[in-house]
């Protein structure tokens, strides 16, 4: 679950579907630009969130809220933290913030920095 949530693996299919059915070019879901779009795509949170209700499509959680973490420095995959606020159907919320990084060989990996 962290990894999707981090990752966006359902997003990146999703989108790669979309630009598939409107004949655009592909590249953007490769790896090299996919984090590059993501990091773009997160900034839109910045000044802000985005927030989701799950209308009952989820067994347990009912809302999923994603904001900026702390800063990260320059040149990371991601420019901060991703947060995570998830709300439980009994109501209970969980935080998870999370830092994107990418190793010296060019992997991407993410630490769970912060769990309640």
């Given at each position: 679950m962290i990894r999707?949530?981090?990752?966006?693996?359902?997003?990146?299919?999703?989108?790669r579907k979309f630009v598939e059915y409107f004949e655009l070019p592909?590249?953007?879901?490769?790896?090299?630009?996919?984090?590059?779009f993501?990091?773009?795509?997160?900034?839109i949170v910045e000044d802000g969130s985005l927030s989701c209700d799950t209308n009952d499509k989820l067994k347990h959680i009912t809302?999923?809220?994603?904001?900026?973490g702390r800063d990260r420095a320059e040149g990371s995959?991601?420019?901060?933290?991703?947060r995570w606020e998830i709300t439980m159907i009994d109501g209970r919320t969980m935080t998870v913030e999370v830092s994107v990084q990418e190793s010296e060989n060019g992997h991407v990996y993410s630490n769970v920095i912060?769990?309640?």
């Open positions: 999707e949530f981090v990752l966006w693996d359902t997003f990146r299919e999703e989108f592909m590249t953007v879901c490769e790896d090299k630009h996919w984090y590059q993501l990091k773009y795509y997160a900034g809302q999923v809220n994603f904001s900026k995959i991601f420019p901060f933290d991703l912060d769990l309640r």
